[in-house]
């Protein structure tokens, strides 16, 4: 961490800077030039917020060399992780899919969407139970009605279920029968939420926020494995911009910089960051060509009369069409489609 | 509702679009020109989305014509909400000041800054027991034991007490113990919270999120009243921008915007919008001038050391320079500082 | 367009809106319900801006319900446009890959880079001489000599040139001397300068805007083809957003929009998208798979010395490599690099 | 300037870059600590960006310590920069009103609007002749016509004028005629224009451009700066945001850092930035709070029949009410209204 000082600060004040870090451990180390006066911050300083720094009288202007977040840097674990769902591996050579509609909606509905989706393909099933809608009067979810028919799903395909966990009082019944938790777009910094996570053990799949930087999705993820819950999937699901053609806007860099910054694996959602169902196919190519470790892709049987976002879901026939161009790719990047 | 139809749509998928909207006891009534097709919707389509309708083959484009708020809304209750907490009103023309740190560190800190706020001329009392912290490593607050401590102050101070609540799990103490119960910029789509929120009563404090719209944050009021809570305060905190130099950008068009769409009472946050003291007071002034009904400022006897966002606060002395000025200034926007 | 009026319209105003609207040659058309006031208006409403009848009294809300452009839209020419640059087709299966420094900088530079991109298989040279840099105290190009050091390279090479025009007045020596004329994104709105180039006869390259919409975008094709210039090339080059990690955000829905909206070629920039050359040739080999019709990329002999821009420049040998990928991979997609 | 290496740089890249820097007359200084490789450079670093040294192998991280701008900077100029116009002083004191119609439509409006805006106690006359529309197919202004007409309106009220200017080749016209020349915020990064304008003896007022960073903006004003003309004008007019109930964002804190940052007088354009003519007092009133030296404001006589921009335009009537509030206002703001 380097701290510009402003040219005319008082001894007195510059005695206080220095105590603030050496009660916390740190050195200081001058760097100061002729025009400038800059000190070094030594140690680690994670555990300081540039906005506590900045209240100090003197202070002008603060860096931080090395980024915030620990155990979801590459620094600490240079390998990539790997994460077994029942025997699927999410991250090194496989190229996973989770396929699903938006919401379950009936027995009838996740049944053959999920078979459809298997037949394809698709390695995990997803399908919401709990929708968190922007509007209180939309359809919210079957809840636990939804959960119960995803299990149906799942006994009869054989498929492992991805599911959106609303709030911490049902993480003991995810724990019990859900695959892969995921935490939407919107729980990214509910904190309560990504603690009690961070406490069990059981792969959670992480949306980016809609406005979050790599750093904030990153120090997300943090909370989590600073639990002791290592099984991260990062996802990118694009982010809002001044574009309103589409729902939002992938941003496929962001798959580039996690694998920089991270170890953990990433994925993309597709569906939900264009919201039109005829851009998938192609974004979902371009994602592998990017890197991607896999996707997740809203797949519905019946998009007209879907209860939710049928505007960005595949129908099985088009999803199948997919699948074959993708697995037909997926060696030239080096992956595979089982 | 207005619904683009493409040219070619067949008449099949125009009786399916019919049909989806009769089975929800709406009406369709056409609107088109030799150009384009286009049907209206008449009835309440509140409860339907965008993206459901788009799924809908043959639909090209919608545009909603009423707001997708009710409760909320200038045209269910024309009349100005006013909130009394405590006797204090919110809304109306008192201007409220609600004044003090951003954590609650220990007793000796918060009793000296409650009282030194109290004399200022603050109405009521602000502080963090439970600090939502980027980082797992930064300080998270005193959580209870910071209640109690405001808890003391109150009870010294005779102020009302307003801070923020972390989870749905803290509501039965919340309503008990504080006066005025602070939702959090990252919380606001944190629908499970707001639900809960919506069957206590007790006023809300619903900060606009980083990147929230005006219609997102009347839709999240919206979860609340909609569970028959009424007393819903807004705040303004800043939004994030590409600008870095400041911590957010103040908005105060959002209160203007506010006041037309709704019949809430809007207060300013200048400290956390801009996250600068230095800008604290022409902020502070500035909201009076657009129309305001009150600010919340953070106040620290000794920012230098503050525990959390330091940076942001105003001293003692210059908090109370900034009381006189508003109140000296208040008489010229027809508000009151009591 | 769709013109929602405010339920206590007075007869006054509404006859005014009805005048305003029939002077301009179009026509009305009722479309109101029992709680909503709405007027079709019928006819080409290109020329007028939503601004300006916002300003009639009585109007509370308008929705464009056609594109506000023409001759760039799909529904004008619905067949792609390919435009032929000295044999050389932007658009159709020929997947078109432009190459070379960002800024040039000696005659044995641009010689040396030129002759590696064309044994790559790039088939269009690239190189700046008029630099537009953020500080008047950066190096602003070698203007005038760096065109003249192009046109040595484009008769060593053969290659046909691209380049970026800074003013107006250089358009006669443009015309003369360069293949394709590049608009910077800063220039995207600058009028003049699309006026101008629209009554030549030579292909322009329009980088997109920094935080420019799909509609401003294509609004400012618009300006051009109007003028009777039809041969435009689009060029996505990344986003501004909240991110700071990358220079930029590559959109690649843009591409797939683009081709939705507009029947005009497409091709990404992936240096300064991202501004990091590791990211480099993963995001050429995206823009493939969603759909471009081509790339343009920096390649630079030299990137640690380079004047401009050297840390998104590729060194030879990588693009090389690069550019063997983008062969093999062509055909999937349907494409040929020659 | 300090720079983050990589931790395993060999020696010779370590070797390139001290030369890359010494070369450019600089000197380093080591400020590594056992974790991290850093250097400082010490000496004028404007003219290098960080892009360029970016590309050198072995460098990770840049931060630049100082302003990149010179002669716009506060360091460089402390005292506070007043412009005289005819005699009307643009900070100070004073508190400067700049107002008009968006466009010059005739005679007849020009004349009756100036002297309205005089009568009311505006000191400069807006207007536009040469209007930059985003549509090729929208009213683009009366063009040099619209500038004899405001030269009729200077006349008569005796007010000096203001007007945009669209490209280089006007200049020589504008500086025999218009007292202020503005640039628009689409042209913020016209780097022509602005050069061009830096070498004339004329005030400028430069708009902010719609994503414009404080840091980008005073870059642009530095290239009129360093081109000889030291009278700048900065005009905060709204930002683009996600919000589109209004056309832009106020960023008022823009007033504060500019202020902070640079000696010039900065004014606010309250029309533009929402583009609803009822927000428009509020902020007016709300930017003389904050700081700032004045305002720009629509004004037209006929609103409903403007030929651009009417709903951002305030009646003369309105206009006058809100000049008798200022003119209250501005002493408590040590401000004067003459």
Known sequence: MIIKLKNNISDLDFKRIENFFIKRGLKLKDASSNEVKLIGVIGDTKSIMESDIMALEGVEHITRIQVPYKKASKVFKPTPTIIDVSGIKIGGDNFVVMAGPCSVESEEQILEVAEACKKAGAQILRGGAFKPRTSPYAFQGLKLEGLDLLLKAKEKTGMPIITEIPSVDLIPRFVKDVDIIQVGARNMQNYQLLKALGEIDKPILLKRGLSATYDEWLMAVEYILAGGNEKVILCERGIRTFESYTRNTLDLQAVLAAKELS????????????????????????????????????????????????????????????????????????????
């Open 263 to 338: 170890h953990l694996p990433v994925i993309v959602d597709p569906s939900h960051a264009s919201g039109r169902y005829e851009m998938v196919p192609q974004l979902a190519k371009a994602s592998l060509a990017v890197g991607a470790d896999g996707l997740i892709i809203e797949v519905h049987n019946n998009p007209e009369f879907a209860l939710s976002d049928g505007a960005q879901s595949l129908k099985p026939e088009k999803f199948s069409i997919l699948m074959k161009e993708l697995k037909e790719l997926a060696p030239y990047f080096k992956r595979e489609i089982k």
